[in-house]
């Protein structure tokens, strides 16, 4: 029996659910603070002193983010138009899911102690290369969910399922699992269940194993319910033909105004975004102190917040669009990167507070939920825009273009991090690269037409 249109889009929505815990636990919250944490004690243990080696833990992380991102970037538009001129997805989205699983598995083995700080940022990365690729495919079965009022419905409310499916795998981690600071605790009080060792922190690295088993999980009403269109399937092409179709492609892309210059404005912005997700919880570690039991109520407030704003943000791209979402959402970052630049644990904008004060906790704490509630409504409404611009008969191809867009220059935002951070010593301001990535995005946007240009896409290849 098929499958209804209405479980065709839980099933795709289900994609956002099983995969979310890669980035709020292993990117943000759980395992990203537990690598800084393992990282600075290395760098120490080597002679370094503290303010050096916090700086070094971060170059470090910096690093692995902008290998995956160069990687994701330059794969993505080859295997879109592979899958493209074969009509099959699930295959690769199937391989990518194995390797996910594999890697956040292993991620277990990557103890307090360890020197082996490469190996396990290789392994961390490499399943979030396949995240990423996987979801490529998954959004490339976004247009054919709806018109353009149902898709960016459809898109904000997926990306709002998957917010609510981190809330959970937060909060259960938080509650069984990981210890709080020194206490060997959970931050419900209770011992790390399944009588894991709290000195060896094996509670908080369950994280890799739980996102594995989640994942495993919640994937299954996607290859139930998704299916691939048989009419679509074709040949195995041969790599010659791959490369000439995305020659073709991109050669009409530079002939697309809008296409061009909304791709090009999406590469600054979704790369500064990227970098806020990836560093935020290694900035409340590494610049306020925050253990895993301020981490804790932290990553709950953010992820609330991004799933009811994304959810929010849905429902504006259907009545308006979604280009004045992304708009608002930009100016939104653009605050928040200016008061991350000036905010440390005694001082905002210059300004001295009072010792023991608790104002930078608040403050970095809104900041959080701003980040989750515009980040999660920017990547939502940036994904409903590109379906208005993609071309109709090339859907993974077209998404290739669109991860192409986020990650080309995916090692900028990590790499300026990097380079401020090592050149000033100093952890906030090595944030300031993001306030002209956003703004150079947000320029970009002035010549992107709000209602796409799947017309002259249509126009051209009919002329070809």
Request: hydrophobic share 50%; charged share 15%.
């Amino acid at each position: 029996m098929r499958p209804t249109h209405k479980r065709r889009i839980w099933g795709w929505m289900a994609f956002d659910w099983a995969s979310q815990p890669y980035y709020t636990l292993g990117l943000t919250f759980i395992f990203g603070p537990y690598f800084a944490i393992v990282a600075t004690d290395y760098f120490l243990s080597q002679g370094a002193d503290g303010e050096t080696a916090r700086a070094q833990s971060q170059s470090v992380w910096a690093m692995g983010q902008t290998v995956a991102g160069l990687v994701i970037a330059f794969t993505a538009p080859f295997l879109g138009a592979f899958a493209d001129n074969t009509g099959r997805k699930q295959p690769w989205i199937a391989l990518f899911s194995v390797i996910y699983i594999v890697a956040a598995a292993a991620l277990w083995f990557m103890t307090p102690d360890t020197s082996s700080l490469y190996l396990f940022l290789l392994i961390f990365y490499i399943g979030f290369i396949a995240a990423e690729s996987a979801l490529n495919f998954i959004n490339a079965y976004l247009p054919s969910m709806g018109t353009d009022e149902e898709v960016g419905k459809v898109s904000g409310s997926g990306a709002a399922f998957g917010y609510w499916g981190g809330l959970i795998s937060v909060i259960i981690m938080l509650v069984f699992f990981a210890e709080m600071g020194d206490s060997g605790r959970t931050i419900a009080g209770l011992e790390p269940i399944f009588g894991l060792d709290a000195d060896q922190r094996e509670g908080t690295r369950f994280v890799g194993p739980f996102i594995a088993i989640w994942y495993a999980l919640f994937i299954i009403p996607f290859f139930m319910w998704v299916k691939d269109n048989p009419e679509d399937t074709g040949q195995v092409p041969k790599m010659s033909k791959v490369v000439s179709d995305l020659v073709t492609t991109l050669k009409r892309v530079g002939k697309r105004k809008s296409t061009a210059t909304f791709l090009l404005g999406g590469m600054f912005y979704r790369d500064a975004l990227n970098a806020l997700y990836a560093f935020g919880g290694v900035y409340a570690t590494l610049v306020l102190g925050w253990t895993v039991a301020e981490l804790g109520p932290f990553a709950i407030a953010s992820i609330i917040s991004a799933a009811v704003f994304t959810f929010l943000g849905g429902r504006f791209d259907s009545r308006f669009g979604p280009k004045p979402v992304i708009i608002f959402c930009i100016l939104l970052l653009i605050v928040v990167c200016i008061f991350t630049v000036s905010l440390s644990r005694d001082a905002l904008f210059g300004v001295p507070m009072a010792e023991g004060s608790a104002l930078p906790d608040i403050i970095f704490f809104t900041l959080g939920c701003v980040i989750g509630g515009a980040g999660g409504a920017l990547y939502a409404a940036s994904r409903s825009l590109m379906v208005r611009h993609g071309h109709p008969d090339r859907p993974t191809e077209t998404f290739g273009l669109f991860a192409l867009s986020g990650k080309a220059t995916a090692f900028l935002a990590p790499l300026l991090i990097s380079v401020f951070t090592a050149a000033t010593g100093n952890v906030q301001l090595g944030y300031l690269p993001l306030i002209f990535l956003f703004l150079l995005g947000l320029i970009l946007l002035v010549w992107v037409n709000k209602d796409g240009d799947r017309d002259e896409w249509v126009a051209s290849q009919q002329l070809s």
